[in-house]
């Protein structure tokens, strides 16, 4: 069995942005933690949903008909094949949960798209 | 699309124990909250990991061969087919991530099996 995960200590250990880190499996699926700062790309993920929680900071997605603001302690999930933009003016923290095959821009490949599979 | 979540205020709209809330789903898992106190039964899942995430507290989980201390802001997750006790002295308020379809004791019915699919 794997040890216990302390999201700080964990989020230590890195500082690049918008490169999603492994932390845990369950099942086929992922828990990763990425800084964002700044604007993201738009995009979408065709097969699957993805979940996003705030650990520290907050963060902006926008829709094409709305955007919703996660503080620290709140979470969204975006729906399969919805485009969708993160943006955050200072650093924030967060939590992503989805399948272990998920690409970090969706349908667009770009400057942004980053590795998978990179556990810390 | 559905709303944000925010725990803090889902968490205050229960106060029984042991009884998972289903608060967010991604594919076909769930985002669960619970509120735990005392000393939960021995059970596994024999089809499924189950993620245990920390939001407010502190939550023992008992394995045959050693007792993890998760505090608020760390997770872990337990293997598919093996055996877990959590408990917790005081009030404990966790997220769990699992299978929609997962049993809150697992391969044991009794009078901690709480009904599934209850949203808030």
Partial sequence: ????????????LFSDYWTPKVIAEMNNYQFKLVKVKGEFISHKHDHTDEAFIVIDGSLKIEFSNKTINLNSGEMFVVPKGVKH????????????VEPRE?????????KYTAPNNQWI
């Fill in 1 to 12: 069995m794997k040890n216990k995960i302390n999201f700080k200590k964990k989020f230590n």
């Fill in 85 to 96: 933009k993160p943006y955050s003016k200072e650093e924030c923290k967060i939590l992503l």
């Fill in 102 to 110: 998920t690409i970090n821009t969706g349908n667009v490949q770009g």
